[in-house]
């Protein structure tokens, strides 16, 4: 007959057999996220510059992703092999506690990312996101994440409970504990308002995220259309409004002012390909098409977001209301959509290699000059 201790290894190893193509997937899902946040934080903290405030949002998301993609992948691989031998409690309680940081700025970025895309979508002449309102948001979501994920650093540990081991034709009934959200002093009591607070928040965040993005969305779509006179004003104004703006977070509301009274003909005749202005056309066009890039890129993280999040969130709640156990490939499909929030963490930076120009040229650049120093060394 085995030892308890013996015992607690062999059904890890059960456990972690049982869970092996999960263990795969979320090892190739944070090779991914760490190399593609890892690429985006080298751009924007060594080679791109923000003048206009625009992809403000950007290092700091790829920088709470990257936090949230190592933390949650170590979490995920310890649980799925070393469930019943876990190597401390204070691990157990670290993890537990950056995955909910991370998780909850990420998300709360998100929706001052939305919220920044509204005010100069949709309210170009209206009070914009300066620097200084931005930095507030930073700090105050910061903040804001870290009171709600504290508790956790008391909470989390690892949870004693029995389990049955079969040995040949014996079986017996073991003690083992498991980390664990509740490491089982306080119980449902204290527990279940705890998750539900977070569950609600969640839910919050995910509906006012994406109300701020439909009418950015509704006036994106507005603009792609070639036959839409309307929508080319919008956007004549707009590119007006971004010339003041966006270099200069400071501009006077005079300044302002002055552009709302431009004539819409003059508008216009400044950007209608048919007058010979030719260079200032493309220009402009290439502003329109820019922006709306941008756009649709803040849209898919968006999307992306509420996606991962709400499959996560709704798996989590049929789990804890059902308690069915689930074996073979049915716990490994339980765990892929519990975990599916990860997505979150690892799409962003890929999202934006493929519709932000600029930050595609920049690594363009660079992957040219070290080939080149690379061949010239040989």
């Not at 924007?44 to 003048?51: F, G, N």
């Not at 508790?151 to 029995?162: I, N, R, S, Y």
């Not at 009591?189 to 919050?204: A, D, E, N, Q």
């Not at 995220?209 to 919008?234: C, D, E, Q």
Request: net charge positive.
């Amino acid at each position: 007959m085995a030892s308890s201790t013996d015992a607690d290894i062999l059904l890890s190893e059960q456990h972690s057999k049982q869970l092996l193509p999960n263990t795969v997937l979320d090892l190739i899902a944070g090779a991914f996220g760490f190399f593609g946040n890892g690429i985006v934080l080298l751009m924007y903290t060594r080679y791109i510059t923000d003048k206009s405030g625009t992809r403000y949002f950007i290092p700091i998301l790829a920088l709470v992703d990257l936090i949230g993609c190592v933390s949650s992948v170590s979490s995920f691989h310890l649980d799925n092999t070393m469930r019943y031998v876990y190597p401390s409690e204070n691990l157990c309680k670290s993890l537990f506690f950056l995955i909910i940081v991370s998780g909850g700025f990420s998300a709360h970025l998100i929706f001052a990312i939305a919220l920044q895309r509204y005010l100069i979508i949709c309210r170009p002449f209206g009070q914009q996101m300066t620097q200084r309102y931005r930095r507030i948001a930073v700090l105050a979501i910061f903040l804001f994440s870290l009171g709600y994920a504290a508790p956790l650093l008391k909470f989390a540990g690892l949870k004693e409970t029995g389990k049955r081991y079969t040995e040949g034709n014996d079986t017996q009934k073991i003690s083992v504990s498991f980390c664990y959200f509740d490491g089982g002093s306080y119980g449902s009591r204290v527990m279940l308002p705890y998750f539900g607070t977070l569950l609600l928040l969640s839910f919050i965040n995910i509906i006012a995220t994406s109300g701020l993005y439909i009418p950015v969305t509704k006036t994106i779509y507005k603009t792609l259309s070639p036959f839409n006179g309307a929508a080319y004003r919008v956007n004549n104004l707009q590119d007006e409004e971004t010339r003041v703006t966006s270099t200069d977070d400071h501009s006077s509301s005079f300044e302002q002012a002055k552009i709302t009274e431009i004539p819409r003909q003059d508008l216009t005749k400044r950007t209608n390909c048919s007058e010979p202005q030719p260079t200032a056309c493309r220009e402009s066009n290439h502003k329109q098409q820019t922006r709306r890039k941008l756009s649709i890129m803040f849209l898919l993280i968006i999307v992306v977001y509420v996606v991962s999040y709400l499959t996560s969130l709704i798996t989590q709640i049929h789990t804890f209301v059902t308690g069915i156990r689930l074996t073979g490939y049915r716990l490994n499909i339980n765990f892929f959509f519990l975990r599916f929030n990860l997505l979150n963490h690892i799409a962003n930076p890929y999202i934006y290699w493929f519709y932000d120009v600029k930050f595609r040229g920049e690594l363009k650049k660079l992957c040219c000059r070290r080939l080149q120093k690379n061949s010239f060394d040989l």
